[in-house]
């Protein structure tokens, strides 16, 4: 087992990106490896992202921060560790392209998250699988395995030609979320960043009945927020994520 030092972008993402850093540390420390943690090391200088305010600004180094002093930390870690494990979107980070390039003149292995073998993609879609819908077939793919099965949920005529405007509200909205939570990655659910509880489903909809009299853009940024995050409530009851995890999942197709 390695000695691993994970290196990515901190700086523009809420939290300084410690709950990326804190789940593929989870991740590799499962199988068996001994991780050096930047999240880590910063709450041992006495500073938790996790604690800071959400209206925090992401972009600057907080007030207090001895910078130097990481700065020389996270290069110790480069030297001593035996690999350096490239989180999505570093390309993105000074520190972590910094990191990178002192990692390859060390000789040190350098692996990159978006690289996981085919065998590692697929294990991961199994268990996104089989933690989602229990009756599904082995696969990609979340629909029945009954051709007549599969006539009960018409994607296309029962839901995309219902409401195509909606549709592409809710879709513009969640690129925009994308772009300012996980900028310079591909669109993905960060479903560790932002746990919907229905909430957010309520203000939503005050925040847009009592704006679109005067302002239909946002109106609409409510509405579309509205409806992603009542989606986004569904998915995580039907695939038992959190605040969900742990409740008995359905044996039929949702």
Not at 10 to 35: C, S, W, Y
Not at 163 to 176: G, L, T, W
Not at 220 to 248: I, N, V
Request: hydrophobic content about 35%; charged content about 30%; overall charge neutral.
């Amino acid at each position: 087992m390695s000695v691993i030092y994970l290196a990515g972008p901190m700086r523009n993402i809420p939290f300084f990106n410690f709950p990326k850093f804190d789940r593929v540390a989870g991740e590799l420390r499962k199988q068996g490896h001994t991780v050096l943690n930047p999240a880590d090391l910063d709450r041992e200088r006495g500073f938790d992202a996790m604690k800071c305010p959400p209206d925090t600004d992401w972009s600057r180094v907080p007030a207090g921060f001895d910078f130097d002093a990481c700065v020389r930390e996270d290069v110790e870690c480069v030297l001593k560790c035996d690999a350096v494990y490239m989180l999505k979107g570093w390309h993105n980070s000074k520190g972590a392209t910094a990191e990178k390039a002192l990692a390859e003149w060390r000789g040190k292995q350098v692996m990159h998250e978006e690289s996981k073998s085919t065998a590692q993609q697929e294990a991961a879609i199994e268990d996104c699988l089989r933690r989602g819908l229990d009756a599904r077939p082995r696969g990609t793919s979340i629909m029945p395995a009954d051709s007549k099965a599969r006539l009960d949920y018409p994607l296309c005529t029962g839901l995309l030609m219902y409401f195509p405007r909606a549709c592409a509200a809710v879709a513009r909205h969640s690129k925009r979320g994308n772009d300012q939570h996980n900028p310079g990655e591909k669109m993905h659910w960060a479903k560790e960043k932002s746990i919907g509880h229905g909430d957010q489903v309520v203000r939503h909809l005050i925040d847009g009945l009592s704006s679109w009299e005067h302002d239909r853009e946002e109106a609409e940024h409510h509405f579309a927020g509205m409806a992603w995050r009542s989606l986004e409530l569904l998915e995580r009851f039907l695939a038992g994520y959190a605040p969900f995890a742990g409740t008995p999942q359905r044996k039929e197709a949702p």
